[in-house]
């Protein structure tokens, strides 16, 4: 008696518990904690597409720079601003400019402060050819810094031979500690690795150095940060720089030399702090876009789960507030593409609910008790939630170390969406749901309607339909591709971000607001010149409006400054436009797709260990695949946009079509473990298929809603990138239930046959 007391009384503190995390989380996410307001909503980092940003734009000395060095100094600018922001991104302007836009950032002197002068990583030779010093010591504070002064331009270095080393000779450059022997102090250095050219240029220099008894200077962004005496010849192509500095500047230092010396040398054209491109009206649209669909979705789980759906539900909310929460604590910039990696994260938690109180309702139709139920339940759920979500944390580790920009930080969104939603349906769902049993809610109708098992339906019956279908969309995008190939449209409809354009910036005679522009500026824009995809950005504390657009030839760049002086009085001397180059560069489009490449293998290995059967790996893939080339059609037949959030689109689907996936090959394992003797094989697959749909429909409908909510309230630009997602979530559905059982039994049966035969 004391013991069932006792359990009851921790039940009810549990539940309590729950109530003030829930309130505790909401309070923190919309007021914050303390006079800094930490953890509040307001406070999370926003992308420069809903909060604007700092727009730095830098003009290269040399006039008549090659397409090659061009490409090379955006690619290792990129890889630099995104210290400050994974969704930071670079493009080139005009002929000769490179423009910089960092979100979540308002003050564009402290950016040029830190980001200093690019291209400025130097090893100097102590004398020139002629045997003058090329710098001098001028003092002896420890500091080379300031000890050291540069006696000669850093051209007439290069003309003379004296920089034996740049940058660019840097393969990889890492910050650690080290002790000397003999006095025992600790210092932070940074290690250095060359290439092989580097390292053949490193052992020459060092060998003259050392016969002459001479030091190197380490000269960079202006001012020495090591002058080290050579006593040997370094031909192993390492180094280390040392001098006075803490553990986060040798850090600092060694992040920045790991990008390599820029080809080109920049200097400041101007600075500009811009507004947000999608404004207020498309971040309260989105947040009550996300409150109606968890609205619809708590009530959902409740109707069809009753008091599991509602512990679900509870879960459902502190698993949003503890994301809202996490990506202010880690400093996670949100952009357009990060709301759908929530949107899948919202999905996977769901999902994981699901499937567990699906095995439960299992438990009691088969006559056992709630407790045992329960217990079963959560049990035998495990598998499927882990190796779903496993697979696609795997892909988001993937993409995060070998993705770029947008893809980097839709992969951060992603990876923490995953690892709490794991933890809400394992654990907080659990331990709101046995606290409700504990303190006395064991009816068997609340913890589900108890229905006869579903009569097996003949899926593989009509898998020559299903491939016939999943063919024919398929070739029908490829021939749409085609189509407008040859019409001169483009296959796809490619946005800014990855043609390019041209950037107009208009001063007008008064101070429109990002409302305004959209309703009665933009419309007259498009019109004229045939474009729907118009990007906005204003300039802070003034006039100016830049408007990007698809490359302006004559006949609409005139249209476009006739609109402009008929309708709102600009002279066209009040508008300069430049051509600007795409913001997703080609090393960033290779970044990805080697990402996407490297993960999709990553999840084969996985599913192969797990399963043990290649064939298990091998469909999933095939699904994925058939997904991502089916939206691919839709992309090329629908002519949507195709920008930064047609990489975040189909990386959603990537993970959301193999969770499904891995959820049904789950259940084949399982009854393949219990199979008696004399039941098919398609039956058995028939039967997973069928005991699973249940899982498949609502998990579809739940995160379906979440995005139909977001299209039907959100902004143009937000509608775009959410109809080729939900196309997604319905072509997922219909591979998961459709294609890849099928597709496992058909080389289960012809290419394992034999084995299948002794069994």
Known sequence: MCRRTMKKSKSILSLLLTVILIVGLGFTVIAGI???????????????????????????KDKNPTKEEMSDTIYKLQKRVEQYSTEASVYQEGDNRISIEIPGVTDANKILDELGQPGSLYFIAQTGSDGSENYTRVGTTGDAGTDFQLNKTIEELQEDGSIVLTGSDVKTATAGAYTDSTTGSKENVVDLEF???????????????????????????????????????????????????????????ASTIRIGGLNLELEELRSNVVGAQLGEEAISSSLK???????????????????????AGLALLIYTGLVLVALNA???????????????????????????FARVKEELSAGKSVKVSLNAGFQKAMSAILDGNITTLIAAAVLWLRGSGTVKGFAQTLALGIVLSMFTALVITKVIVYSFYAIGIRNPKVYGRIKEERKPINFLGKKKIFFTISIALIVLGFVAIGVNEGKGNGALNYSLEFMGGTSSTVTFDKDYTLEEIDQNIVPLIEDAIG??????????????????????????????????????????????????????????RRDAIVAVIIATICMLLYIWFRFKDVRFATSAVLALLHDVLIVLGFYAIARVSVGNTFIACMLTIVGYSINATIVIFDRIREELKTKK??????????????????????????????VAVLYIMGVSSIREFALPLMVGIICGAYSSVCITGALWYVMKTKIGVKKAGRK
């Open 677 to 706: 003797r004399g039941t098919q094989l398609d039956e058995l697959v028939n039967k997973c298929i069928t005991l699973t749909l249940t899982r498949s429909v609502y998990t579809s409908f739940t995160t379906f809603v979440m």
């Open 289 to 311: 876009a996300g409150a109606i669909g968890l609205a619809i979705v708590f009530v959902f789980m409740c109707c069809v789960y009753l008091l599991p759906g509602f512990a």
């Open 34 to 60: 303390g006079k800094s307001k930490t953890g509040a909503m307001k406070n999370i980092k926003l992308g420069l597409d809903l909060a604007g940003g700092v727009s730095i734009t830098y003009q290269v």
């Open 330 to 356: 880690f400093d996670i910039t949100l952009t357009l593409p990060g709301i759908a990696g929530i949107i899948l994260g919202i999905g996977m938690a769901v999902d994981a609910n699901v499937i567990i």
């Open 531 to 588: 474009d729907k995809n118009v990007q906005v950005q204003k300039v802070q504390d003034s006039n100016q409006v830049i408007f990007k657009t698809q490359t302006l030839n004559l006949e609409k760049r005139e249209a476009f400054n006739k609109v402009m002086a008929d309708n709102f009085g600009v002279a066209e001397n009040e508008i300069a436009t430049e051509n600007i180059s795409s913001t997703v560069s080609s090393e960033m």
């Open 195 to 253: 290439t092989k050219e580097g390292t053949e240029k490193f052992a020459a220099a060092t060998k003259v150095a050392k016969e002459a008894g001479q030091s190197i200077g380490i000269y960079y962004d202006g001012a020495f940060v090591s002058v080290p005496n050579v006593k040997a010849v370094i031909s192993d192509g390492r180094a280390q720089i040392s001098g006075s500095m803490s553990y986060e500047e040798a850090d600092q230092l």
